[in-house]
């Protein structure tokens, strides 16, 4: 089975406002994690990364949170805006080589 | 511009022949990937290149084949083995084993 996923499987937010997608995983010796977006008919697009030894790292608009004590990853989006609809995943890797990616999150962002 | 681009963006193909899908890479990375999603699914792995002239199977690379003669490709080749061939394929690359992947616009394959 998957050793990432996803809390829900959708997300409605108001433009404007903040977003959080959540993530968990279960090997607790993974080190390092990537949050992808992926739009429709698209391949994914690398968003923001994390490496164990850090417990928050921003960039443009967005803030990733991990929870090593509880296993846990989060994805912030300020601001959501419209261009923001698509599916989130977290990727974990499994070792050298190897993500596994969660089912993912669907972003929808109502006017 | 540097990236991945893979061909053609759709593929139909009818049942027990095999078909070929395209990967090429500008970014001199030197580890290359293909994974398989199903609607609403996550990604699977279905095969992994390291280095040139070397692979390794992932979760999922039964009725798959891939070849890597030269740095920039990583065809792959969905064989008339393979039992539910119809789904989207992300062709990735990355500069090592420890970091993002980059992916390409994908190849959707319909066999009937």
């Known amino acids: 089975g998957e050793s990432v996923g996803l809390h829900l499987p959708t997300l409605s937010v108001q433009e404007g406002d903040n977003s959080i997608i959540n993530c968990a995983y279960s090997?607790?010796?993974?080190?390092?994690f990537i949050w992808y977006k992926q739009e429709s008919g698209k391949g994914p697009q690398f968003i923001i990364d994390?490496?164990?030894?850090?417990d928050k790292r921003q960039g443009q608009r967005v803030t990733v949170l991990l929870n090593k004590t509880v296993k846990h990853l989060s994805l912030q989006i300020a601001a959501t805006q419209p261009g923001d609809s698509a599916v989130y995943f977290c990727?974990?890797?499994?070792?050298?080589?190897?993500?596994?990616f969660g089912a993912g999150t669907t972003v929808t962002v109502r006017a | 511009d540097g990236g991945i681009t893979q061909s053609p963006k759709y593929l139909f193909r009818k049942e027990g022949q095999n078909v070929t899908l395209s990967c090429e890479q500008n970014?001199?990375?030197?580890?290359m990937y293909w994974y398989r999603q199903d609607p609403g699914q996550g990604l699977r792995l279905i095969y992994y290149?390291?280095?040139?002239?070397?692979?390794q199977k992932g979760d999922i690379a039964e009725g798959y084949s891939v070849s890597r003669e030269k740095k920039e490709s990583f065809p792959l080749t969905v064989t008339s083995a393979q039992k539910n061939p119809t789904a989207f394929y992300l062709c990735a690359s990355s500069t090592g084993g420890r970091a993002w992947q980059y992916f390409g616009p994908g190849t959707r394959l319909t066999v009937t």
């Open positions: 990727a974990e890797n499994m070792g050298d080589y190897k993500l596994s």
């Open positions: 970014l001199n990375h030197d580890a």
């Open positions: 290149s390291q280095i040139v002239n070397d692979f």
């Open positions: 994390i490496r164990s030894n850090m």
């Open positions: 090997n607790s010796a993974s080190d390092y």
